[in-house]
């Protein structure tokens, strides 16, 4: 059975870190793209990094570019986003989800998610 856990979110003041950490169970993750995505009350779920099959390529929009890292430790079947220099703007339930094949930003790609964790910065 594929699923995703995510954990690490929380309550953070402005500037300062966190780590979302994604771990993959029934699948091994290193084969399959995984995105990080979140979504803002009253907005649509974006897509904000995503890192390819054997951590050959990352990819991050510009809003969390220079701040966030996405990386793998496959040893642990877990993916990780380690978020820096947080902002309010950043407030949003965030969410893992896994792909076969190529890696890709738009959430309706992803066949398997996670169940998100809320991650909410204080100013």
């Known amino acids: 059975q594929v699923q995703l856990v995510e954990f690490g979110g929380g309550p953070v003041h402005a500037g300062g870190s966190l780590r979302l950490s994604c771990a993959a169970s029934?699948?091994?993750?290193?084969?399959?793209?995984v995105g990080w995505f979140r979504q803002a009350p009253g907005k649509l779920r974006e897509g904000i990094a995503c890192i390819s099959t054997n951590d050959a390529n990352t990819f991050y929009v510009e809003s969390v570019k220079g701040r966030f890292t996405v990386s793998r430790d496959a040893a642990k079947n877990t993916v990780y986003l380690q978020m820096n220099s947080l902002k309010s703007d950043d407030t949003a339930v965030y969410y893992c989800?896994?792909?076969?094949?190529?890696?890709?930003?738009?959430?309706?790609?992803?066949?398997?998610w996670g169940q998100g964790t809320q991650v909410t910065v204080s100013s």
């Open positions: 029934g699948f091994t993750s290193k084969y399959f793209a």
């Open positions: 989800a896994a792909k076969r094949y190529t890696w890709h930003i738009d959430p309706t790609r992803y066949e398997f």
